[in-house]
């Protein structure tokens, strides 16, 4: 294996432990030794690449968030239409790899932190726009504009809730489907 490779492996190996060891705690209440160790790297190793646990969370949400945009763009390229566009920007969000409860967890503790972090503020923010942005897109397109801001915003909370209540143990059957559902009255309501 090349030399370069290793270090993406490691860093690799500490984010898919940091999501992991948040997943069995359910909170950040860990400490980089226990990640490092789950990962099979020191614990001066893993401050070495991420420099604080922090950073190494940030990291991580940065990582469950890159798969879970490539699933939303996957999805959006094989949908016709707005509701099929809409409905696959749900999908993805209640996607097994997405609604695994180590990820659920993860993004719990992404909330809490976000209220005394700005770097991880700013990330939050960031899926905000995009998740709203995907949203009011197609909502533009099946109900007036000036309505369709607001059902995005709905929607989304709809889904934070969801997200919200597996973190709590509570166990939607098929949370896709519930938003899916509300999304299908919503639409009614406008025609």
Request: net charge positive; hydrophobic share 50%.
């Amino acid at each position: 294996m090349p030399r370069q490779a290793i270090p993406a492996r490691r860093r690799a190996a500490l984010v898919d432990a940091t999501i992991c060891e948040i997943g069995d705690a359910g909170t950040l209440d860990i400490t980089v030794a226990r990640i490092a160790r789950r990962a099979g790297v020191s614990s001066a190793l893993a401050h070495h690449y991420f420099g604080s646990k922090e950073q190494l969370f940030l990291a991580a949400m940065r990582h469950i968030l890159g798969l879970y945009g490539a699933q939303v763009r996957q999805a959006l390229a094989t949908a016709a239409g707005p509701q099929a566009r809409l409905r696959a920007v749900v999908a993805a969000s209640f996607g097994p790899s997405n609604f695994h409860p180590d990820v659920v967890a993860a993004w719990l503790n992404f909330y809490v932190l976000a209220q005394t972090s700005a770097p991880i503020r700013r990330l939050l923010h960031v899926y905000h726009r995009r998740l709203r942005s995907n949203l009011v897109h197609d909502l533009r397109r099946l109900m007036p504009a000036r309505d369709a801001a607001a059902a995005a915003d709905g929607i989304a909370a709809l889904i934070d809730g969801l997200y919200l209540r597996r973190a709590l143990g509570a166990d939607t059957a098929d949370p896709g489907t519930l938003v899916a559902d509300h999304l299908d009255r919503l639409l009614r309501g406008c025609r």
